[in-house]
């Protein structure tokens, strides 16, 4: 028994071998330069072997008791499937005359990593010890009865697990860097890191077998974006590559330590939008716009500019309905048609949303697909039209972790936001958006669950 184990390993590495030709060189024939392969050598050598087999299907071999007995072929049609249990099965064709079946299966390309199931009468298995990230290459031998011949190993069946996630974090470094790092995938080979160019394209800047990139070409104040893809050899020598959300960076230094606060600016975009970005501009600040995709096409370049300078644009519905009234798909739909307006100007996903007066309900919760985002200090700055009750109602109760809720399509409220982002920053406030602020505050925002502020955690 451990013989034909080790057997079957042998042929595998020697699979794996013809693997790697075929994988670095696609054009080469497996079948006529693998030298590996007794069967197929070259007859060059020795004429006299001319007549040894080619034909492996026609193959003998010499049995202990010196008679000759027809080899097994090896098995054909062999998948992988996930199956609802999140197990893999492994499946073939029978074999003719085929007793029982091994399976083996090596991880993530590493022929050290070989595991063997216990030999089968069956024409499945079932493999259990499935983990994400990893890719899974299972191979199929067949046996005679006496345990004693196994046929050539079958093609290969493959299983990528895809990662429960995979996130990239981002921090601006003491020296000017910004540092990304992110979530190890155990079957990727390398990852390449992508940084939006000034034509809104996502470019190729590095390719790396580590899980951090450091960029230097960086500068204070400024915003960059970024993507970040892992890349798994799969058996056919093809790559799989897979792409992280794009990520918007404001290359400046946050004091976790100091005071930071999230203005939001609801209903917009409007005439007045372009006027408070400027202003959070100058002032080293970022705020959230939870915008209207009916409002967009008219405001593209207040929300162009404000995504330029870092700040948060989100979802704040399609056209303001009052979202309880709706049904789960027109929920979703008015998410949608927003997200793809928002995703036209910025190139990437907004990633939270508010509803509009606040309303949510269990159906609300289910299908908006983001984290809801209310307040903690209602301005009440659409009732009022008042500058300095607006002015007040920030002032007289800010505190650290704050979510303020303004509206950005009133004159007072714009007057209010243009004394307010430097008088904040005078009184120590980092104005920063809602998703940093979740950042720094060490908070993992979830869908559907509902926020009023992000304050520092209690230890
Ligand atoms: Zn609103």
Redesign the pocket.
Known sequence: MKKCVKLLILMMAVFMLRMNVLATVPIVNADTNNTTDTASTTSTTDAANTASTTDTTNASTTSSNGQTVAKLSAPTGVKAVKNAKGNISVIWNAVTGAASYKVCRITNNDDTKVKSFDATKKTSITDKDIKAGNLYVYYVAAMDGDDTHTSDVSEVAYHFEEPAEFVVNTSFTKKKKEKLTWTKVAGASSYIVYKQNSNGEYENIACTDKTSYQDSKVKKGNTYKYKVGYQVVLPDGSVLLKKSKAISVYASLIDPNKKMVALTF??GPGKYTQEIVTCLKKNDSRATF?V?GCNINSYKSAVKNADKIGCEIAN?SYD?TILTRLSAAQVKKQMKDTDAKIKKITGSNSTLM?C??GGVNKTVQGAVGKPIILWSIDTLDWKTRNTDKTISAVMNNVKDGDIVLM?DIHEPTKRAALYLIPELRKKGYQLVTVSELAKYRGYKLKKGTIYHSLRKKKK
């Open positions: 609801d209903d939870f209207l704040h303001h508010r509009p007066g509206h």
